[in-house]
């Protein structure tokens, strides 16, 4: 099993919408949890990061994480075009990450 | 502030030749990052540094690939030799000391080996 799954996509959605994407990790001793934002042929950016469980907003973006099904969530509101990109998610057991393989996200005008 | 710099962004090279990669990363961040990404994949982390010494090197191939970061500044990863199957971005990151969580990304170097 892998330590972090995601669903890879393609994802298309019209803007506007409401974007849900979704991971998965195997071990619950991971603290942090963290998502970003790689937009074609550029280095992957920091959207936000959570400590264990629960809800942290930023903007349109909400991460959310429930460690007791070890599933973690970004959502997405009013999704705009410029939203267009790879999302990955991370998981951090303190000294290191490991990364998701991410899921394309498509945000059709 | 300055974000993490890398140098070259593309590089194309023969199969069996040596490369090197450069990162600058940002100010004040003592740990230092260098992962690679197959397209399609997640950045897999290949070493770490923390000032100019090794925390881990577990993924890293080591008959081939080599690293270091003598001033506990600036980094240097190198193959010697490529292999087809090195075609990947290598990416740079950089966090302060006890903040994996808090990485930041430079522009990565496009590899090609023919």
Known sequence: QKEVEQDPGPLSVPEGAIVSLN?????????????????????????????????KEDGRFTAQVDKSSKYISLFIRDSQPSDSATYLCAIS????????????????? | EAGVAQSPRYKIIEKRQSVAFWCNPISGHATLYWYQQILGQGPKLLIQFQNNGVVDDSQLPK???????LKGVDSTLKIQPAKLEDSAVYLCASSLVGAPYEQYFGPGTRLTVT
């Open chain 1, 23 to 55: 991971c998965t990790y195997s071990n619950s001793a991971f603290q942090y949890f963290m998502w970003y934002r790689q937009y074609s042929r550029k280095g992957p950016e920091l959207l936000m990061y959570t400590y264990s469980s629960g809800n």
């Open chain 2, 63 to 69: 008959d081939r690939f080599s690293a270091e970061r």
């Open chain 1, 93 to 109: 057991p303190y000294d290191k990450v490991i990364f998701g393989p991410g899921t394309s996200l498509s945000v059709i005008p």
